[in-house]
Nanobody, 121 residues
Framework: QVQLVESGGGLVQPGGSLRLSCAAS????????MGWHRQAPGKQRELVAG???????NYADSVKGRFIISRDNVKNTVYLQMNSLKSEDTAVYYC???????????????WGQGTQVTVSS
């Protein structure tokens, strides 16, 4: 079994920063693309940032220049550094990853349980 566990969410004032972490554990052979998504109340889940196994990143236009996604392949962890936070960044943030559990098996998409980020004064 594979688990993704997010941490680092919380309440922060506008203009502040938070760093989210997502640690993958369990029977992991390799993991390729990882990403962060968010879902605000009444809205659809959206991709915030993604990173490939080679470290190539992509971002939603709304967070470009403010958020940075990174990964530690030794620790099987992906991070999201969020700076200059705005009230519209308030949402539940989820990480996901394409993870291969055996050498010959196909990669599957796993998701964490989410962590709440609230930006408010």
């Amino acid at each position: 079994q594979v688990q993704l566990v997010e941490s680092g969410g919380g309440l922060v004032q506008p203009g502040g920063s938070l760093r989210l972490s997502c640690a993958a554990s369990g029977s992991i052979f390799s993991f390729s693309a990882m990403g962060w998504h968010r879902q605000a109340p009444g809205k659809q889940r959206e991709l915030v940032a993604g990173i490939t196994s080679a470290g190539i990143t992509n971002y939603a236009d709304s967070v470009k220049g403010r958020f940075i996604i990174s990964r530690d392949n030794v620790k099987n962890t992906v991070y999201l550094q969020m700076n200059s936070l705005k009230s519209e960044d308030t949402a539940v943030y989820y990480c996901n990853g394409l993870i291969q559990t055996t050498k010959w098996g196909a990669s599957k998409d796993y998701w964490g349980q989410g962590t709440q980020v609230t930006v408010s004064s």
